[in-house]
Every structure is written in structure tokens, then in C-alpha cells.
């Protein structure tokens, strides 16, 4: 289509241009003043739109002839087409496309020299119609939108995910190297906080670690308290722990003089004191300076020391032999003794039917028996000696604020012997050519074996009748109980409640 157009500036120009949509793809500008005058060259476009579509709408619009005479002439219109229809055929005769690929429909226009393109030409320039017209855009600093299915966008968008891919990989491979090294060089191999050099012979020495990060060392003649964090030494004060290391002794000459240790003491350790138990007394230090502020004596024998959080128990005797309870408490240091008197209770009578009395010297032949395969069951040197029938002893027990103690007597001492271990059956691998794949079932033989000899693969079973006896200090605090059990008993002091275990009975 031939666009002539006239411009204010009395220039006269023309061009030829296909319309897209009814308008000009393009800004057309005057080349003598430089205006923009596409609005000019758009109304000359509809005018001779609508010119082309005059004459179809005048052979509508002629009137028809009537077919056959009427009574009463009267002349016919015909309405004229809607805006609508006239506009179709100018739709449809408007329809563009590519100049490159000419059976492709355009559906955009070159930014640069507005030829129309299609979807194939975007995929390839974007909005450009050529390599030239690129070049162009560039040269003249026109700025082209990106379109995002051209081939060079969706090409660099491929190299940047894989840009970022082998940067995250190269990161992971640095940061696995890094670890791997610091594992190897530093942090697999022990890291020295604390050291210090014993002359030689002096084992008599007890260490032991305090939350947080504090180290007591105590020895004969001196107590110190370190600072593992700080790398320094707290406190260090004299100390006489009451006795003497013995002499070395050498059995043989150029052989190492060996040095036995010192009794190990138990430290209970608060945030403010040290409690310290030495053979015959309790002292309690200063945490944060080391000064003793008092000791308690502990009179031979001693039966053992129980603790909780807010107290320590001590069971000792006095000069008469008499049982004492020590209780300290933690957070002032009050120490309260008072007396252990044991009452025996009289056992509750059982609900088993009574049996039959045995004579005495039936009784002892099947005593006699038992005894007699169970020594011939095991060997010498793992025959128990059968205990003497009577009180066992008295074990104390820490229960919160207070203390369990638990006297056994043994009624009847009886054991069941049974196989622990399944006969020998196969021959032994090592009179064999032992090959790789049989080490390990040969040196499982091999243990067996040793253990079969030792114990004669068999065990013995505690099945002894005891009466078990249990008290509450402080008293009052708790009534006795008194019961008979089954096996060797054992008590545990839970938050909750307390258990007695006998053989598979609690």
C-alpha cells in the first residue's frame, strides 16, 4: 500500500508499507523536519481501508426490483451491515507475514526496522528480525527487550544453573577436603589440657575432674585445685592424709621398683566446699581457697558413706563398738550423729503349707549330695565354699533425706547346677589346616573351650532362703518390714519407690 503524506512543514512524502491491524508497524517521522508523523500516515491507512470497503456496501445497499406488482407501491429499504461486518473483510484482508518465512504468520514487528516476524525469527533474534538489525540496535544504543524463548537467553540461562552447579560442587569438595584434613592432622589426635611430670616412684597421687574445668590433685604432703581453661593453678595448701607410703619394694634387681598406691579418697565436691573422706575423718575444704573449716571423725569400722543432693551419710561406730550415723548437710555443714539401734522383727509366718519335717540325718544325706555334685561339677579351683548359716551383715543405703539399712540372714543355703555350655560336638579347626575363612570360628572354639575347662560348662544357681529385714533411719520415719526371699537379695532406693530384687522376684 502507497502512503503519501503531507506535512505542516510543506514537505510532501511517500512510502510503500504493510498496514498491521489497520496502523503503520512503524513511527514514520518527516526527513526534512524530523517530526513524528505517524498519526498522518495511520489516517491515511484507514481512509483507504475504508475506500476499498465503500463499493461492496453500495451493491448491498441497490434496491431490488419487486417481484410482482403490488396494490400500493411502496419503495424498500435495505438496512444497511453493522460497523461490524464491514470491519471482517478489512480484518481479514490486513493479516500479515513474515517476510522471512513467508507461510508463518507475524506477531511482532522489528524494533529496529519494523519488518513483521514470526514466532521462528523471535526464537532466533528476539526482536529483531536479523543479525544486522542487532548490530544496529547496539551501535545505536537502542535498547531491545528480552524475549525469553530466543535460544541465546535460554542457552546463557543453561550456563549460569551450571556455572552455579560446579561452584556449589567445587565449595562442598573444598569444604569435605578442609574437614578431612582437620580430622586427620588435629582433631584425631589427643589434645593435651592438662600435664605434669612425676618424679620417679611418686604413684601415691589421686586425680580427679570438677565441673567445669577444674583438676584436683592430691597427694601425701599437698592438695591443689587447677584451671584446665585458664591454664593456671587455683590454690595449693599442705595436707597430712594421715599415713605413710610404704618403702618400695624390688624383687629383682634392674627391674622397675614398683610403688603401691594410695587409698583413694572420695571427694564430694558443691559449688562452695570440698568434702573429702580420709581413712578415720571427713574434712570439708574451701572450694574457692582451699582452708579447712572442720573435720569429722570416723571411728574403725567404717561401713560406708551414702549420698544425695542436699546431705552425706556416714555409718561409723564409736569407742564401744556401737553403730553411728553421721549426717552432714550440704548447704550449711551441720553435722548430727546419732545412735544405731538394730531391732530384730519377727518374720511374718508364711502362707506355704507346712511340710513334713525331714529327719536329721536324711536331711544332711541330700545336703550331702547336693554338695557333692556340685564339687564334682565344677572344678577345683571354682568350688564356692558354701557359707556359714546365720546374719550376713547390714548394708546401708542412701534414700533421699534419709538412710535403708538392710540385715540379711541366711535360713538355708541351697544352689541348682545346671549346662551353661552345649557340649563339644564338632572336631576341633585348629587340628586342621586352617584356612582364612575359618579364623574367626576357630578362635570362637578356641574360647569356648578355655571357658569349658575353667567352669566345666556348668553354672551355679543362688536358690538359698533369706530373711531380709529392712529399717529407715532416721527411726520413726518408717516402719520396719521383715520378709523371707528366694536367691541374694539386693536393694535399690529410687525417687519414687524402693525395690528389693531376689533371683526373678521384685
Known sequence: MEVKIQCPCETRFAFDVEPLNGRMPVRVNCPACGADRTELA??????????????????????????APAPARQPMRVPMPEPQAIAAPVATATVTYCFRHLKNPSVETCRVCGKPICEECMEQYGFACSVYCRKRAEETGMELPVYGRQRAVIEARITRVAAWIWRAAVFLGVVVLGAWIWYTFYASHPRVIYSETLPHGDRARFYQFLAPNQVLLIKASQMSLFDVAQHRQLWSVPLDVGFSPPPPVSSRPGIEEQVRLYPEPHVVATTTDLWILFPGRLVQYDRHSGNSKQQVPLN????GLAQ????????????????MMTRITLADGAVKTDPIKFVRVAAAPSNSPAKPPVPAAAADNKIARILAAAKNALPANARPAEPERGSLGDQFVADGANVVQMKVDLLEHKTITRQAMKPQNKKSLVDDNLTAGQSLEAAEQMINDTRREQTGGVEEEDVSRYQVTLRRWPSGSAPDWTGEVVGSPSFFALQSLNVLVARNVI
Open 42 to 67: 495511520n489516517e491515511v491507512i484507514r481512509q483507504k481501508l475504508v475506500a476499498a470497503a465503500t463499493p461492496a456496501v453500495a451493491i448491498m445497499s441497490a434496491p431490488v426490483p419487486p417481484a
Open 300 to 303: 574403725p569400722p567404717f561401713f
Open 308 to 323: 544425695s543432693d542436699t546431705a552425706i551419710t556416714m555409718i561409723s561406730s564409736d569407742e564401744s563398738m556401737q553403730q
